[in-house]
């Protein structure tokens, strides 16, 4: 097993619907897995609230989404890390063509970077999924985008569209936005272009509320994480035509929990045998088993996040430690995981850091 790197996204800018901003920018660490420390290798305080961070696989490139409430349009910054020396460096940024910047997923290839826009209000360029492409010098304006038109159920939430996650699927190719405004999961095409071309849409429950998304490695399954209803769903994936069709729906907390929490991230084992979500307001992480010829989900019970408002999971590549981005506890847990039962543990170790709000691993 290589050096892990673990890359931090911390608030750093008040925003109204946060509690407190008590980050310092871009942060990476130094992982040892077996023993449980960190150790700091760089920090970049001047991006404005990195939300969301899109790492390469060797660890050598970032892309920080910053969400600001009050702009128009969100940033996305490219960064070089060196990870012989720890040397990050600013590359360059593009606008987002979209506000509250929310989520993003380097392509497969590695070409492209694909990025969801929330949105809120009307004005400015308001398109849910911008398509950049990558190269030596960071991000390239955006070559192509569209914009989502609709509503759902809850007018506080659901006054319109809301792009919360753009997710590849595992063959490539494809890619599927997750609107929480819309209560829809809509398939893209992206051709040799990198227009995004619709073929394939499918409403979840009135109300859920679609957030974030984990891909089964086997490629025949896709689980949704909905945050207004506090439920997770499982659908069956059918890769030559983009269609989901769904199998299952499971309560991500307890009744009585449900009308205080909201639904954030979702993470899936490397084995694809069980599932991870984080619960703002329960403060806890749902354990779910995954028949693997069905899809059907089985709730395995419930684990103390390790602190207050988990926005952010990160499984280390091992599998053996789920990391949580406690929010408002202004600390990273790190929980022991049972690779034969999918139960989680409180080790008791944790980074402490303000308001963390995305983790990635890459491993060197």
């Known amino acids: 097993m290589g050096e892990l790197l673990l890359f931090v996204g911390t608030l750093n800018r008040e925003a109204p619907y946060f509690q407190g ?6 942060n990476v660490f130094s992982f040892d897995e077996a023993a449980l420390r960190f150790r700091k290798l760089a920090g970049y305080p001047q991006v404005e609230n990195p939300t969301y961070l899109s790492v390469s696989a060797d660890g050598r490139r970032i892309y920080a989404n910053s969400e600001v409430a009050d702009w128009r349009e969100g940033l996305v910054t490219a960064f070089g890390f060196d990870p012989a020396t720890g040397r990050l460096d600013y590359l360059n940024t593009q606008p987002s063509l979209g506000s509250i910047t929310a989520h993003s997923m380097i392509s497969r290839d590695g070409r492209r970077l694909f990025v969801a826009n929330y949105t809120v209000g009307t004005g400015g360029p308001d398109q849910s999924l911008v398509v950049f492409d990558l190269g030596t010098a960071g991000l390239s304006p955006a070559i192509a985008s569209v914009a989502h038109q609709g509503s759902g159920p809850d007018p506080a939430r659901q006054e319109r569209s809301h792009a919360h996650s753009a997710t590849e699927v595992l063959q490539g190719g494809m890619v599927i936005v997750a609107d929480l405004g819309m209560d829809a999961l809509i398939t893209y095409s992206i051709g040799s272009d990198g227009v995004p071309r619709q073929i394939a849409r499918v409403q979840t429950a009135p109300g859920a509320g679609p957030r974030h998304l984990a891909l089964h490695p086997g490629g025949r399954f896709v689980f949704v994480m909905n945050e207004l209803d506090s439920t997770v769903t499982a659908h069956s994936f059918d890769p030559a035509t983009g269609v989901l069709a769904p199998i299952d729906s499971q309560p991500a907390v307890p009744a009585e929990a449900r009308s205080g929490n909201h639904c954030s991230d979702i993470q899936i084992s490397p084995d694809g045998r069980f599932l991870y979500g984080g619960n703002r307001g329960h403060d806890s992480i749902s354990i779910f088993e995954i028949d693997q010829d069905s899809g059907r989900l089985t709730p395995r019970g419930f684990a103390p996040c390790g602190g207050a408002t988990p926005r952010h999971l990160a499984l280390t590549p091992s599998g053996r430690h789920l990391l949580v981005a406690n929010q408002n506890a ?25 308001t963390p709000m995305c983790l990635k691993f890459a491993e060197v």
């Not at 901003?21 to 871009?26: K, P, V």
């Not at 690779?339 to 080790?347: E, I, K, M, Q, V």
């Open 21 to 26: 901003a008590r980050g310092d920018g871009l």
């Open 330 to 354: 202004d600390r990273v847990s790190m929980l022991a995981r049972d690779a034969a039962t999918g139960a989680l543990r409180d080790t008791g170790a944790a980074l402490p850091i303000g």
